[in-house]
């Protein structure tokens, strides 16, 4: 069975600009969460969706989005990019929220923000 | 809100030797569930072992187990045999149980470099 993608890989972006990642979760699985990670702050959980609902949003601010699709794929979406959002955002996969349901992740898409 | 600390920032151990990575946590709850998660320099999160808090049997993978002390909240990964495929940062994770979601809290991780 193939693991959890995330598209793209790598990218570079400006100051201002938005930008959306894509993660395609494990087959069968139907939550999705999103975790950002820095040197400074370390891993952060960013929000969570199933079934096309969002169920769990960490302390970020409203520039930071996302949404699913019913066939489980996800995507976040950052707008007005700030420095501080340089980061590897990861995706994590798993069959259903909640009762400790391990979560399987992504390889990441680390974004720079110049 | 649970906290995660590993004291440990870095640690470093010689081939085929046993080393013992540090977890607390800090919860309320009486069901959770913990984590081991090994990310090597690819970065890719590779999950190493799992514990329910319900469960007194400490959980064991081949040569990664844990030591789970409930009431210390204390949560100790040991690696036996140490090999150089093991050099990699380790986070402790927790997770609640309840069905409000999937959310895990990660401490601040351990790196551990594995010497030939």
């Known amino acids: 069975k193939a693991g959890v993608t995330q598209t793209p890989r790598y990218l570079i972006k400006t100051r201002g600009q938005q930008v959306t990642l894509s993660c395609s979760p494990i087959s069968g699985h139907r939550s999705v969460s999103w975790y950002q990670q820095t040197p400074g702050q370390g891993l952060q959980f960013l929000f969570e969706?199933?079934?096309?609902?969002?169920?769990n949003k960490g302390n970020f601010p409203g520039r930071f989005s996302g949404r699913q699709f019913s066939n489980s794929r996800s995507e976040m979406n950052v707008s007005t990019l700030e420095l501080g959002d340089s980061a590897l955002y990861l995706c994590?996969?798993?069959?259903?929220?909640?009762?400790?349901?391990?979560?399987?992740f992504g390889p990441g898409t680390r974004l720079l923000v110049l | 809100a649970q906290t995660v600390t590993q004291s440990q920032p870095e640690m470093s151990v010689q081939e085929a030797e046993t080393v013992t990575l540090s977890c607390t946590y800090d919860t309320s709850e009486n069901n959770y569930y913990l984590f081991w998660y090994k990310q090597p320099p690819s970065r890719q999160m590779i999950l190493v072992i799992r514990q329910e808090a319900y469960k007194q049997q400490n959980a064991t993978e081949n040569r990664f187990s844990v030591n789970f002390q409930k009431a210390a909240k204390s949560f100790s990964l040991k690696i036996s045999d140490s090999q150089l495929g093991d050099t990699a940062m380790y986070f402790c994770?927790?997770?609640?149980?309840?069905?409000?979601?999937?959310?895990?809290?990660f401490g601040g991780g351990t790196r551990l470099m594995v010497k030939p």
């Open positions: 994770a927790f997770m609640k149980h309840d069905n409000a979601g999937n959310m895990l809290t």
């Open positions: 994590a996969s798993s069959h259903y929220r909640g009762l400790g349901e391990t979560q399987y």
């Open positions: 969706y199933f079934s096309e609902t969002q169920r």
